[in-house]
């Protein structure tokens, strides 16, 4: 299809088109400058059966070089936020 049978049919003039264009040209080439709302690789843990089962945590975050942040469904809900206070800190 032409431009203009393109533009005709939606109503709208030329430049308007290449406005919008423009914008998503300008859109494909930027590219993200920090890791900011990007996708992370996640690893799911295969579920043992419950003869295998070790005490399992409710939640575990593991972060570079190997640390461990690991919440149990019975936790201290004060600790926990006085831990996060303290390393949102650091």
Request: proline content about 6%.
């Amino acid at each position: 299809m032409r431009r203009s049978e393109f533009c005709q049919g939606r109503g709208l003039s030329f430049s308007t088109l290449d406005r919008h264009l423009k914008k998503l040209r300008w859109k494909r080439r930027r590219k993200p400058i920090s890791s900011v709302g990007r996708l992370v690789p996640v690893e799911l843990a295969a579920k043992k059966s419950p003869t295998q089962q070790e005490p399992s945590c409710g939640l575990a975050v593991v972060l570079r070089g190997g640390r461990r942040i690991e919440v149990y469904p019975d936790f201290d809900t004060s600790t926990f936020e006085h831990l996060v206070g303290i390393l949102e800190r650091a």
